[in-house]
């Protein structure tokens, strides 16, 4: 199969989709049918006019117009700049004036109808040809939507050794760089030789781009031939693009340059589901009484149990929680919710409340971090609509006197979205103090804080054991996405785990009860004595741990395992200890070994 061959079967997924397919000589400015004026045009003005006149049946022949050229007419020099614009208006309408009885009205023309689907053109064209700054550009297949160009696929011949989807790649570069109007309206990149396809934004490098395996849902993955026909079958199913494009599409600042996110198949579809089970368990309710993860199925009315998103480290778990916070605060059964982003460390706790604001756009609103617990009681008790509340979890601890939390707020339209939090958030049973007091975990003062309140856990590491079963606490999956998802992906390399234990005459039950304490104590960041208490526990704790024969022997088992492997395996070894005085007498025993 050649190139060409390749694009005519990839247009007969798209028309399979539902989609309008066109040749682009045929509708050029010297075809048969033409649509465009010269080969400088990107957009097609005559969808784009009739898509404003059909969504805003309401404006005026000048407003049409204004809407247009706005559109039109990109205001900086910078195309990342002009594309975060660009999805703006597509999301927020462009704003337009106009009068009425000699009054001026102020209003937004929007480009594409999000809610019924039949009011929106989807058409894909091959050979779109393009005047370049070299010369003329024939991207494989430009997709639009109401006369907007929102995505580029460039082929490459399956049957070719010469090229492959990195030629692909460097050509959508070389695009960007002689083209670059036609990507100020761009919301997916796919590159593809056939078997193999993969999906980037406008400022992904190679490792950002990634396959699509889904069609409908997160385990619908049928074993087709083509990744590339999932991709054009699942990614460009035209009412999914279009929530993708409304709650899926990202940007953030990095050093001083403006990043463009989007979304992996098994964040779009978690957020999907977890929004789904949100509203349903979030329903006011009196009285409440074969796929890997389906709780969105079977979540029960009032339950406020949300459900478990379980997604491996390093999948792209904050993007999630920030596309499921943007599409859930305009689902209208929810009534304007307020959302509280709850995590047990005050560096997740930034670097989340980072990552949300930078997604201002997405979210129509600024959020607000809990500095302290006074702080936090008043935003949770003044709040009566909306909002994006970030704290940790030890704010929910009480104050000197009292016995329980008080309520904050009763409000049923209040979600909780607990990240990586772990046995932070499970402490819902009473443990019997000394003096015969009972004392519940912050999992308890949070849910007294907040009795209506839906629950909803993000985690990466769900945990199992009696009162800490993340499920029990939040609900079932929602999502999983795990370690073999991600090396099937190619996200993440696969991982081998040996147990390397140091036999040593010390006592073992003792380090693993001062671990537990450790952990207990350190849960109780916000209070004082708590901290001090970690400090003591901490250091007794080293002290094993850092013993020297220990330190000894496990420094002879490190040396004798890396040269055995380095001796047929080439590669690099990295040492975790769990302190850095510990760490300089490890660093110490290996040198004195091998001098060398």
């Known amino acids: 199969m050649n190139e060409d061959q390749l694009e005519q079967l990839c247009l007969e997924w798209f028309a399979d989709n539902g989609w309008e397919i066109a040749h682009g000589p ?11 004026t010269d080969y400088r045009q990107v957009l097609l003005l005559a969808d784009l006019e009739a898509a404003i006149r059909r ?5 005026p022949e000048s407003a049409v117009e204004q809407a247009i050229a706005q559109v039109s007419t990109p205001g900086s020099l910078d195309l990342v700049a002009n594309n975060r614009t660009f999805h703006r208006l597509l999301l927020d309408g462009v704003p337009v004036e106009y009068k009425r009885d000699d009054k001026p009205v102020h209003d937004h023309a929007f480009l594409i109808d999000f809610e019924v689907l039949e009011r ?22 430009v997709c639009f939507i109401n006369g907007v160009p929102i995505a580029v696929l460039e082929l490459k011949s399956p049957g070719s050794e010469n090229a492959d989807i990195w030629d692909a790649f460097n050509q959508i570069q070389t695009y ?31 490792e950002r781009y990634l396959p699509w395996r889904t069609i409908k849902h997160e385990d619908d993955k049928p074993l087709l031939e083509w990744q590339l026909e999932t991709l054009v079958r699942g990614f460009f199913d035209r009412e999914l693009l279009l929530d993708y494009i409304r709650y899926f599409v990202l940007f953030e600042t990095d050093s001083d340059k403006l990043i463009k996110k989007i979304a992996g198949y098994h964040q779009f579809h978690a957020v999907r589901e977890a929004v789904k089970a949100t509203v349903i368990a979030a329903e006011h309710k009196d009285g409440i009484g074969e796929r890997r993860a389906t709780y969105a199925e079977r979540a029960v009315p009032g339950s406020k149990k949300a459900g478990v998103v379980w997604h491996t ?12 916070a943007g599409k859930l605060l305009q689902q209208p059964q929810m009534n304007n919710p307020t959302l509280v982003i709850v995590t047990d460390r005050n560096d997740l706790d930034g670097q989340l409340f980072a990552t949300f604001s930078a997604a201002r756009e997405l979210l129509k609103q600024t959020p607000v971090q809990a500095e302290d617990r006074d702080t936090l009681r008043q935003l949770l008790a ?39 939090a772990h046995r932070s958030q499970y402490g819902l049973k009473a443990t019997l103090k000394k003096d015969g007091r009972y004392t519940f975990g912050y999992a308890k003062h949070l849910r007294d804080a907040l009795p209506n309140a839906t629950f909803i856990g993000f985690t990466g590491t769900p945990i199992a054991t009696d009162d800490k079963d993340t499920r029990a606490v939040f609900g079932d999956y929602v999502s999983i996405y795990d370690i073999q998802d991600a090396v099937d992906d190619g996200a993440t390399v696969p991982i081998y785990y040996e147990s390397r234990l140091a036999k040593l005459d010390i006592n073992r039950e003792l380090i693993e009860a001062l671990s537990d304490q450790v952990e207990e104590v350190v849960e109780d960041e916000e209070d004082v004595g708590a901290r001090e208490r970690t400090k003591g526990e901490w250091s007794r704790l080293e002290k094993l741990v850092g013993a020297a024969p220990r330190l000894q022997q496990v420094a002879e088992d490190l040396v004798s395992h890396f040269e055995a492997r380095t001796a047929t395996l080439d590669g690099k070894a990295m040492i975790v200890a769990m302190s850095r005085d510990i760490c300089v007498q490890l660093y110490n025993a290996i040198v004195r070994l091998r001098p060398e």
């Not at 045929?26 to 465009?36: K, L, S």
């Not at 909002?387 to 009763?410: D, R, S, W, Y």
């Open 26 to 36: 045929d509708i050029a400015c010297d075809g048969p049918t033409p649509e465009r």
């Open 55 to 59: 969504i805003n049946p309401h404006l």
């Open 120 to 141: 929106n053109r989807f058409r894909a064209i091959n050979q779109f040809t393009l005047q370049g700054s070299k010369q003329l550009r024939r991207p494989d297949v």
């Open 176 to 206: 960007k760089d002689e083209v670059p109007e036609l990507f100020v309206y761009n919301e997916a990149l796919v590159i593809s030789d056939g078997y193999t396809a993969r999906l980037g934004s406008l400022t992904a490098n190679q």
């Open 313 to 324: 480290q390093g999948s792209g778990k904050s993007i999630s929680m920030c596309c499921y």
């Open 382 to 420: 003044e709040r009566e609509s909306g909002g994006i509340i970030f704290t940790t979890v030890q704010k929910f601890a009480l104050l000197e006197g009292e016995t329980a939390h008080p309520a904050l707020n009763p409000r049923h339209n209040i979600v909780v979205i607990s990240d990586e």
